[in-house]
C-alpha cells in the first residue's frame, strides 16, 4: 500500500513541474486594494516568513496514509493538503488531495475556481466527469466522463463542475493534484440551495423552473461538506 501510495505522489508531482511568467491568478475570493501600504496586511496569498525561521516542517504533513472518514450521507471524505496545512507551498502553485469514497460513495458537482485537477485512482472504480461551459445559444453544455479503474489518471480543466462517484461495492481511493496552492472549492448545491442569507425563492424558481415548495424544501435541508483540512 505504501509502495502505491508512493507512486501516485510520484506521478502527481510531475504534473506540476511546468513554470510559467504571468500575472499569479488570485488566491482568495477578492483582494481590495487600499491607498495606504499600512493600512491592511493581507495580500495574494499568504506574507513570506522569514527565511531565518523556516523549518522542515514548514515542508511537512504527515498521515495522508489514513483514510479519511466517510461516515456522512455523501460517503465520501476530501483531506486538503494545501497551503493552509504545508505553509512551505506558498508561492509553489500546487497542492494536493486525498479522498476516500465508501461504497456508492460521491464527491458532488463542484468546481475548483483557481485550478485544474489531475485524479489518480489508487482503488477502486470511479465514475468520473465535467460539464464544459456554456456553449451558445440553443446548445447545450457537453458531459465528458470516463470510468476510471486502478492506475487511470484523468483530467478536471479548471473552473469546469466535476465530479466523481464510486460505482463499486467495495471503498474506494484516489488522489489528486491541483494546481494552485489554494485551489478552494465551491460545491454546486451547497453554494445554491445551503448559502448564507438564502438566495431569494424568486430567484431560484425562476433560474431552475421548478415551484417554490422545491425550493424551500432544498434550502431547509442540511447541505453537508466532505472537504475537510
Known sequence: MAVRIHIAAA??????????ASDPS????FCV????????????????????LVKPEDFFFPGLNKPGSTANPLG?????VNVN???????????????????YGLNPPHIHPRATEVLFVLEGTLVVGFVTSNPGMN???????????????????QGLIHFQFNQGHSNA?????????????????????????????????????????????LQSQFWWDNNYP
Open 11 to 20: 506521478i502527481l508531482a510531475l504534473v506540476f513541474t511546468v513554470v510559467h
Open 85 to 103: 496545512q504545508i505553509p512551505g507551498l506558498n508561492t509553489l502553485g500546487v497542492s494536493l488531495a486525498r479522498i476516500d469514497f465508501a461504497p
Open 173 to 217: 481511493v484516489a488522489f489528486a493534484g491541483l494546481g494552485s496552492q489554494n485551489p478552494v472549492v465551491i460545491t454546486i448545491a451547497n453554494a445554491v440551495f445551503g448559502s448564507d442569507p438564502p438566495i431569494s425563492p424568486d430567484v431560484l424558481t425562476k433560474a431552475f423552473q421548478v415551484g417554490n415548495d422545491v425550493i424551500k424544501k
Open 139 to 157: 446548445m447545450k453544455n457537453k458531459l465528458f466522463t470516463k470510468v476510471l479503474n486502478p492506475g487511470d489518471v484523468f483530467v478536471f480543466p
Open 26 to 29: 488570485p488566491l482568495q475570493d
Open 33 to 52: 486594494a487600499v491607498p495606504d501600504a499600512n493600512a491592511g496586511v493581507f495580500v495574494n496569498g499568504k506574507i513570506c516568513k522569514d527565511p531565518k
Open 76 to 80: 465520501s471524505n476530501v483531506t486538503a
